[in-house]
Structure formats: C-alpha cells, structure tokens
C-alpha cells in the first residue's frame, strides 16, 4: 500500500516524526462523535490540553484543522468588523494573522519588526494606544525566522490598555516554557505536528473567561460557523450538543501524543528542547556556518542559518533529502534562498538526530560547492 | 493505550466503519508537506477524487476539515457579501447551508419543504426568478431526513438562469449514483466518514470551470483565509505553493479508502447501498415499523423510521449501543424523539449488517415496551 513512502528524519518547520505510539493509537476503532466511550476520550483530551497548556481555561479543545485553523478560530471569534487590531509582525506568520484578521473586517494595525528580530514591545503599546485596539496578537516562535517573542511584556500592554492578548503557539506549545494562566495570555492555539508530535490536521486552542466574556458581548456573529467557539464549546462542553462531525481518529491521536508530553514531563521537554538547539548551534558554528537570529532572541525550535554565498540552498536541500533521508526547509518571503530553517521540534529533538544532521548537512553542503572559510 | 474503546457497528448518519486496509495506512511514516513523495501522494489522491465523483474538474482537492468545511468552503468561495443564493431546505443540513451563507453576507432565499419530503422544483424555479440569485444549493442526501432530492432538474434551472449549483453529497458520493460532470454540477462537496469509509477529518470537495470562473471574477476575498479556494489551488496544483501544512497521514487514510471505492467499482458500490437498503426497508416493514419518507424519495444510505407511540427512543439506541454495540441515531430539530436514522454507508452497507441490526432492533424495542401490532 504506502511502500514507496520512505522514512524521513523530520528537521523543518514541522510535521515532525511521530512515536509508534501515536501512529498506533490512529488505528483505534471509530467511534460515534456522540458515543459515551468517545465523550470520554473528549474529556481525557480537553484535560491533557490543560496540562500542556498549563491552563484551567474550560473552553480548551483541539479545533478541527491544522494550525492555519486554529489561528483563523482565534482571529474571527475575537474581532468584529470594523474593529482595531494591532499584530506584531516579525515574519511569514505575523503577516498571516493580519492578512486573515483584515478578512475578518479588522482594521488592523501593525507592529512590525525586521524579519529575524523580535518585535519591539513599545512599537506594539505605540499600536495599540494610538488605535485603542481591544485585541493584540503576537507569534510566541515564529516559524519563518526562528525568533522567539517574549510574552510577559505584551501580556504587560494589554493589561494596561484592557486588550486581549491572542499568541499563536504553533512552533512553541510543548517544546519552549509556556505557561498560559501565569502569563495570562487569553486566546492561545498550536497545532498537533510540530513541538507536540502528533500527525497534523488538530489545533490546540485555549480561551480565557476575559475572552469568552469577549465572545458574549459580540453583537455581530461569527463570520464561520465551523470556527464558531461558542457553538464548539455547546459540544465540547457539558451539553453535548452536535456542532459537526469530530475527527476522530485525529483525537485519538492527540490524546496519545500528549499522553507522551505529560508522561516526561513539561519541564523535561522544554530541556531536552534547549539543549538539542544548544548543540544544534554550536555544532553550526563550529562548523563555520553563520546563525541568522541573535543568540537571546533564538527560539529552541526552530533555526535559521544563513546560506553561505555561492552555495544553491534548494540543492543542498534536495541532496539531503536523497542521499539521507532528512527534511529540512528554506527561507520565506524575503528569505527565500537566505536561509536554511532546521526544525528541532518535539520527538525529534534530540542530540542524536542533531549529530546526524550535523554530519549530513556538511557533506551535502561540501558537495555542492561550499568551503569553510 | 485505546483497551476502553469498543468496536461498535456504526449503523447512524456517520462516521461509518472503516476497513483494516485503511486503519493501516494511517499508520504510514509522515512526510512533509512538500516533500516529492507527498506531492505524488497527493496526485493520486486528486486523480481518485476525480474518479468517484465522476468529474475532470481540475479542482478537486480533499478540504482539510470535516464536512461541514467543505459545505463553508463551497459557500464563502461562490457568494460574495450582499448577493442572493437560493438554498433548496428539506432539513437540518440545509438550514446549516443558509445559516453559513447568512454569514458570508449572502441574501438566503429559501425554498423550503417539510422535513422528510423533498423540495419542489417549481419553489426553487420560483426562488431563483424574484431574487435574480447566480447560486442555488442543494442536499443531495438530507442526513436529518434520509430523502434523496433529483438533481437533473436543479441543473436544468441553474442553467436556464445562469446560476451556479452547488450540491452537497455528504451522504451520497460513493453510496448513490452520481456523475458531477455528466449532471453538470458546479460545486460539490462531500465527507470524509460517510460512504468513502474513512476517518472523519477530510471534505472533498470539485469545482467545474464555470466556478471558478467566478471565483476569478470575485470583488471581494474570500473571507475565509484557510478555507480559500484559489489559494488551496496553487499548493494542490501545478505551483506547489505552500498555504497551510496539508494533514498528510488523513490523506494516507483517504487516498486508500478511494483505492477501494475504485476496486469494487462505483456501479457496483451503489448496486451494494441500494440493495441493503431494501433488505433494510422490507426488515423494518415487516418488523411492522412505519418507515418516514416515502420509498419514491428514499436516499439508500440514510433511512428514517418513525418511532413507535409509547417507545422511548432514547431508551432503545441505549439498548442498541450497549447491548449490541450498534450505533444509530435519533432525529434532529423538529424530528427528535420522532425517527430513528439508520445508516447504511460505505463498508456497512451489507445484507448482513441489515439482519444483525434488524434483529437487534426487534429485541431492543420490545425490551422497551413495544408490540408489534
């Protein structure tokens, strides 16, 4: 059936590899989306969600897309049109959120940063206090560039100007401390193939009760109803109400992926994380390569290195991918042909598979060209 | 991991069974989303796709949510906001088609029927003349009803007033015969879970050259980022260009339960649905049940029953579920605690589901109280 499918060591921006544990959990015979037995997997999931989290946030589920779903639910449910919303950019994913909250009708107003640097919080509380936006967004990793945003600042900004603070934790949920009541983020989403590694297709999202309080003084609806909170929560929740037709075996997977976060531990994981990339980057710069990001601004993971001059970054991908099996991305937008970006994300995060990437990477760096200075 | 989780025989509206051939397939290593593996994966999953819904549109693209995205994608895609749609209501799934236009800005002009008859065609002719709307959608199998609604006579008005038809075949493709090309439907969407036997998660979904002509002709974009079908197209199609992670271990799933859709052979296939289905329809008539819609209008893979006076609905699908480990459904809206929805989809529709269930059934009503008159 899938014997042409090889087996690829996953380093980019995710999917990640996924643990045989996780694969077998798929195989788990369907249930009904209503059926007591599935009811109970839903609230196994939604508690595990929490830890993970670190949450009491009842209205916590996996919404039923990837992580591009999942930042879309965030966005529509939180802001009306016609109304401000200021999105700190830094990348690829900061102009996602704005492209989609403008679909939403949002007057949106940007904070923006250069594409490898964070974004600076007084340019973001400038946004904010100029348009009396209720709602800031922000990207915890972003994925196009291998920044990481400090939250407690923004969380700051929008204590003080009573907004809601939206962080998109794709590339950060399971892989870098994040801890959503103690910050007090209020809408925060992942997806379930990159730090959590679980197949994609689920995106983790959590809702504070300011952000529901939010939802219930809209005066307009939800412009999707697949995405509406509100409705979803009716199923989730304790009415069990039919909303639309559960991915089933997409949550049997999840609950299986973040049984194996919970069973090492969160604290364990975001170590094994950091240190990975610690190793990853002394093993790159040792190498003779150049890091694009600052060290202190540097996500765990997710790394972008320059493309040394003279060296065809897409062909260095491609003999990586052929001659030893490893995944890894190339830059964005403004990156493209910039930068290489080696994911180090849940499952595969580890030194192991940093040594061997290392030595892949310089062999199919050399043979195509490069020398070390 | 899953030793809680009972096989039960899914006999209600969906998700239905699923073969063994495609619990392993979910269980095929992960590739990233553009690796040239995947992309060839995702070849064969369009040229399947275009092979059971009979169609050489080149837009034909599994939608990565459940069913109810694929109806969103099929609205926010074809409506702009302040235009008229038509939507032919026999039932709960049509009212979810105008409550989504309603909040795609569409103007909804409703041409209703009662709840388990079909609609009439002069009501729609009726509907699309006074309001000059360029769409109408229908539901092919309404899943709250079990009616099967004639589709050649809605083609034939959307062509005489040039309007767009959308066809909802959540419950009909691959179970009742149906040739998008040959009919000339515009825009058809389908699920994942019903009679294709696969994991729910995944909507595919096809759209004709007349649609995406006027998708080209839009003022307004798609309000919907993920669901935005232009975009999906440059990452689906020749371009390549990524939108969102794809959720590649449900494509596995899918593009193997297609393979098996195309070994038996549609003909065949919906040969199998019609004849379970009678064998269903003669059971329950001589078990002395009144079926609900009438047979000229019956869809085969959904079937409602009228729940006999002074039976407890709810008390019998308990009965079922946990004596017999059979799942159906109660009615939804105006129909709950009314009908009993039995489903025959995909790899459940067989004789021998029909008589394990029948005699299930027998013994579950009358352990709660029925006599057969």
């Keep these: 059936m899938s014997t042409a499918i090889p087996e690829r060591l996953l380093l980019g921006p995710g999917p990640s590899n996924v643990s045989p544990r996780v694969l077998q959990?798929?195989?788990?015979?369907?249930?009904?989306?209503?059926?007591?037995?599935?009811?109970?997997?839903?609230?196994?999931?939604?508690?595990?969600?929490?830890?993970v989290?670190?949450?009491?946030?009842?209205?916590?589920i996996p919404i039923s897309g990837t992580g591009s779903a999942g930042m879309e639910a965030a966005i529509v449910n939180m802001v009306e049109p016609g109304e401000s919303m200021v999105?700190?950019?830094?990348?690829?994913?900061?102009?996602?959120?704005?492209?989609?909250?403008?679909?939403?009708?949002?007057?949106?107003?940007?904070?923006?940063?250069?594409?490898?640097?964070?974004?600076?919080?007084?340019?973001?509380?400038?946004?904010v206090r100029r348009s009396?936006?209720?709602?800031?967004?922000?990207?915890?990793?972003?994925?196009?560039?291998?920044i990481l945003q400090p939250l407690p600042p923004l969380v700051d900004v929008a204590r003080r100007y009573d907004a809601l603070l939206l962080v998109d934790a794709v590339a950060s949920l399971g892989g870098v401390p994040l801890d959503v009541d103690e910050l007090g983020i209020d809408v925060c989403y992942s997806a379930s193939?990159?730090?959590?590694?679980?197949?994609?297709?689920?995106?983790?999202?959590?809702?504070?009760?300011r952000a529901r309080a939010r939802m219930a003084e809209r005066r307009t609806k939800v412009q999707s109803w697949y995405l509406d909170l509100s409705m979803l929560q009716t199923y989730w929740g304790t009415e069990r109400i039919y909303h639309h037709t559960a991915p089933v075996t997409m949550i049997y997977g999840l609950r299986e992926g973040l049984r194996l976060v919970v069973e090492e531990g969160l604290e364990a994981r975001w170590e094994r994380h950091r240190r990975a990339a610690q190793t990853l980057w002394q093993g790159l710069q040792r190498l003779g390569l150049r890091l694009y990001v600052p060290e202190e601004q540097r996500a765990p993971?997710?790394?972008?290195?320059?493309v040394p001059v003279g060296v065809d970054d897409l062909a260095v991908r491609r003999r990586l991918l052929q001659d030893h099996n490893i995944e890894i991305a190339g830059g964005l937008g403004p990156l493209r042909g910039k930068v290489f970006r080696i994911?180090?994300?849940?499952?595969?995060?580890?030194?192991?598979?940093?040594?061997?990437?290392l030595a892949a990477f310089?062999?199919?760096?050399?043979?195509?060209?490069?020398?070390?200075a």
């Design 87 to 127: 999105v700190a950019i830094a990348g690829y994913f900061g102009e996602r959120i704005a492209e989609m909250a403008r679909r939403a009708g949002a007057e949106v107003v940007p904070a923006r940063a250069d594409w490898g640097t964070i974004v600076d919080l007084q340019a973001v509380e400038e946004a």
């Design 343 to 357: 994911g180090l994300m849940g499952e595969g995060s580890t030194a192991g598979n940093v040594h061997t990437f």
């Design 301 to 306: 993971t997710l790394t972008t290195v320059a």
């Design 132 to 146: 009396g936006a209720r709602v800031i967004a922000a990207v915890h990793v972003e994925t196009s560039t291998g």
């Design 362 to 372: 310089d062999a199919a760096l050399r043979a195509e060209g490069w020398r070390a």
């Design 53 to 60: 989290f670190r949450t009491r946030n009842e209205l916590t």
């Design 25 to 51: 959990a798929l195989t788990t015979p369907i249930l009904g989306h209503l059926d007591p037995a599935f009811l109970q997997v839903m609230d196994e999931t939604m508690d595990l969600l929490r830890r």
């Design 193 to 209: 193939q990159k730090c959590l590694s679980v197949p994609p297709g689920l995106a983790p999202l959590t809702a504070s009760a």
